[in-house]
């Protein structure tokens, strides 16, 4: 499976903004990240937000047995 | 295009009812945040720092604390001592830490206004005499303000432990500069080079502030046995239990939030700035302390939106297409990091198709307030660099502006900057309204010029929680937790209403504390009416199945026999074929069937979408003052569905008004010790309605198949669009174009007389 890391991520956390790595879900996916870049579970609940095949997924515990790509990306703030 | 569905598919949707709220409002008997008052309670003041850079030698409390009617003191060493979390604040991330010292300083104070100490005393006026009496040792460190000075080498660092993030690798020394965010695709240089136009420029501007009506108020109770309450002004009761409750280290469960009315916020009432300290006080004293801030304090100690230096060079070819987008910026922190310069990224570009770009945004420290979100955060800024700029390509190649737009935007499928393809958008249906729209054609005088631009926000879903209760008489009370700011109490009720199938009048909205219902989180990212009302929506539709169970059992016939229709149930087969009962019938005998009636919902609403305006602007240049009139204004937007049109119109005029008011007056000014000159409405210029014409809102009603009534977000966009739409006007007014805002008179008067 495709992962996609949006900035700032792509630096600041994995040196690149394209992973191959695959992962039952998001909650999996997210620990296996941090495997790869330590401090990256910490922060990923308040910063980051997923997309799946081009959907945002807030849901993390859907299958990703299926997906070809998940982009990961900063969750946006509003007013 | 997407057709809406036609009106009469709805019996409420799309109605304009009267606002539940508004006898109490206009009458003066809701109560907002400087208003509630507590048995027992004292009166809070906080001493602010003169200085906007300095290191806290010591804090002398002794004579204050002497001081007759004074019950507590308070100063940063009152926190208890917590690690680096990075949670949630508001929609966006901050460090838990960071939060707690701009509530109180406490080593260095980073901006003037930084608060310093607080007092908890009898009476206001002991309050204030009790905080004169504390003595400060500071020693006074340099200070920088601007955004290139904050970044050289040498600058006056705000924080050693700060690195700037969003940089590979990562660097070993802490710097102002505390995010970096670069999305590059395609050949940049290569593109521009080719281009058979390209608009280029320099465009500022200093922080502006939301503006809300209503200062920061809450009173805070917090008790021996550990328990405590706080009743506050806020977008988010939530955000202001978990914030307060990790600064203190207390369980949220042990914190009560309860949400008072808000005189507006806009994003600046997402983040806490008293309420972590009256619960201090409050737990020195004894008793419950009220904080109220002076608007000379809501100026100079809560978070603006980012002043900014954007560069721009923007690319064409000779039909306009739009080939290339290098863009950079930088955009004011404040004196923590916190801000997200990726929505700046996101929104520069984001509603037009440009394969070649580079765009860099950063976030940058100084010596000023730290920064939060003002409506469509980072957006505006950079819109009204890049939409200039298309302004500039339209005039350079001889193309109609809207026509311009056209051949650029964005399509449902096209990709956004992230990558995300966009669903149902309707950006190419505003330019066309836009175009249609008499407005577009009338006529100019002298001295006049039209102005046009386009804008795009992301909105958001997100957590919420709603309950909807059948009463024992058939009317309906429905309960969430989003604090109603834009007339979401009204909406709630009138999804409720259409789809329970009742009259909207039947439905009561309750804003419940932190205590009474479940996690929403806050008012803001344009998500309320979309995400809160899906969960309204799910939680009265299994109300509607409750009522044609509880039918089925009274009749004696099963469940499946039962249809809800207008309001009532219809048995459908069988002996009571044809027979129906009403709410009211269903709901008195609730007790007998099964129970009261009664569901929740709590959901994390996925499938928002984004929102798209264009605006359209006349102004009048003086050449005598270099005063600036609006003469007319038009904002159009895809608003999804419309709930309740009067409130739409609503956010949209807000919005335009409050980006006239950024490009044509409101600005922060500082002066040379980094002080802030001009902390009071009567100088911090916002537009009042006789500056302004009627704003007319067009409504395009793309609707958003992901959510049951179409419904987008609205109350953020609007405010893209009217920076640059304001200066495009301008310039064709004035025949010279400004890229520093606010375009007010002294520099229009010399742009004039220079040409």
């Known amino acids: 499976m495709r992962i996609v890391v949006m900035p700032p991520f792509d630096r600041e956390f994995f040196g690149g903004d394209r992973l191959d790595m695959d992962a039952t879900n998001l909650f999996d996916l997210v620990a296996r990240l941090d495997a790869r870049a330590p401090g990256f579970a910490t922060i990923a609940e308040a910063r980051a937000a997923f997309a799946i095949d081009g959907v945002f997924a807030p849901d993390w515990s859907l299958p990703l047995a299926d997906a070809c790509e998940v982009i990961v990306l900063p969750r946006v703030g509003g007013g | ?755």
């Open chain 2, 1 to 755: 295009m997407n057709a809406p569905q036609p009106q009469h598919a709805f019996r409420v949707v799309g109605t304009r009812p009267v606002r539940p709220d508004g006898v109490d409002k206009v009458t003066g008997k809701a109560i907002y945040g400087p208003d509630f008052v507590a048995p027992g309670m004292l009166y809070g003041a906080i001493l602010r720092s003169p200085h906007a850079h300095a290191r806290i030698r010591s804090i002398g409390t002794s004579k204050a604390s002497a001081l007759p009617g004074v019950k507590a003191v308070a100063t940063g060493r009152d926190f208890p001592t917590i690690e680096s979390l990075v949670m949630t604040v508001g929609e966006s991330a901050s460090d838990i830490v960071h939060v707690a010292r701009n509530c109180l300083a406490l080593d260095k104070v980073l901006y003037e206004g930084h608060a310093v100490a607080a007092v908890a005393a009898t009476s206001q006026a002991a309050a204030d005499a009790a905080i004169q009496a504390i003595t400060v040792d500071y020693d006074v460190l340099p200070h920088v303000l601007g955004l290139e000075e904050a970044m050289r080498e040498g600058a006056p660092l705000l924080h050693d432990d700060v690195f700037t993030k969003g940089v590979s690798p990562k660097p070993d020394k802490p710097s102002n500069a505390s995010m970096k965010v670069v999305i590059e695709r395609g050949d940049i240089d290569a593109a521009l080079a080719g281009a058979a136009a390209v608009a280029s420029g320099r465009y500022t501007m200093e922080p502006v502030h939301q503006g809300y009506i209503e200062p920061h108020g809450c009173v805070a109770s917090w008790n021996a046995d550990g328990q405590a309450q706080i009743w506050c002004s806020s977008q988010g009761a939530f955000a202001v239990r978990s914030q307060v409750a990790s600064m203190l280290g207390i369980a949220q469960a042990d914190l009560r939030v309860t949400p008072l009315e808000i005189g507006g916020g806009f994003g600046g009432k997402t983040a806490v700035y008293l309420e972590p300290v009256a619960m201090l006080l409050s737990r020195k004293a004894g008793r419950p302390v009220r904080l109220v801030m002076s608007r000379g304090d809501v100026f100079r100690a809560t978070g603006p939106a980012p002043g900014a230096v954007i560069d721009v060079r923007l690319g064409a070819d000779a039909d306009g297409k739009l080939v290339g987008a290098d863009i950079e910026f930088k955009y004011h922190g404040g004196a923590y990091p916190g801000l997200n310069a990726h929505s700046g990224v996101i929104c520069s570009i984001g509603h037009y198709n440009v394969p070649n770009a580079r765009l860099i945004g950063w976030e940058v420290l100084g010596n000023r307030p730290a920064s939060k979100a003002y409506r469509a955060p980072g957006a505006p800024q950079v819109n009204f660099a890049v939409e200039s700029a298309m302004d500039e390509i339209a005039l350079q190649l001889g193309i109609d502006p809207i026509e311009l737009r056209l051949r650029n935007a964005v399509r449902p499928g096209d990709p956004q900057p992230t990558g995300v393809p966009f669903g149902a958008i309707g950006y190419v249906e505003c330019l066309e309204a836009a175009k249609a729209h008499r407005h577009w054609s009338a006529p100019l005088g002298p001295n006049q010029g039209r102005g046009l631009a386009g804008g795009f926000w992301g909105n958001y879903g997100g957590p919420s929680t709603a309950q909807v209760s059948i009463t024992e008489d058939g009317s309906v009370t429905v309960t969430t937790g989003s604090p109603d700011i834009g007339g979401s109490r009204a909406s709630m009720a009138m999804m409720a209403a259409e789809t329970l199938q009742v009259p909207y009048e039947q439905v009561r909205v309750t804003i419940a504390d932190t205590a009474a219902i479940g996690f929403s989180m806050v008012t803001g990212g344009s998500r309320v009416t979309f995400a809160t009302g899906k969960a309204v929506i799910a939680a009265a539709s299994q109300v509607v199945d409750t009522l044609k169970a509880r039918a089925a059992r009274i009749w004696g016939v099963e469940p499946g026999e039962v249809a809800w229709t207008d309001g009532e149930a219809v048995c459908s087969s069988g002996a009571k074929a044809g027979e129906r009962m009403t709410l009211r019938q269903v709901a008195a005998r609730a007790a007998h069937a099964g129970g009261p009636i009664s569901a929740e919902a709590a959901l994390n609403a996925a499938g928002w979408l984004p929102g798209f305006a264009v605006h359209i602007c006349d102004v009048e240049a003086d050449a005598e003052t270099g005063h600036v009139r609006v003469l007319r204004y038009t904002a159009v937007q895809d608003v999804g569905r419309a709930i309740h049109p009067d409130y739409v119109e609503g956010q949209i005029q807000g919005g335009a008004v409050q980006g006239i008011g950024w490009a044509l007056n409101e600005t922060y000014v500082y002066n040379a010790d980094g002080r802030l000159d001009n902390p009071g409405f009567l100088d911090y210029r916002m537009p009042v309605a006789s500056d302004l014409p009627m704003i007319e809102a067009v409504m395009v009603e793309v609707p958003n198949p992901d959510h049951p009534y179409g419904v987008k977000g609205v109350g953020e966009v609007p405010i893209v669009p009217p920076l640059a739409a304001v200066a495009n006007a301008v310039a064709r007014a004035a025949g010279v174009r400004l890229r520093d805002l606010p375009l007010s008179p002294d520099r229009v008067y010399a742009a004039l007389n220079a040409r």
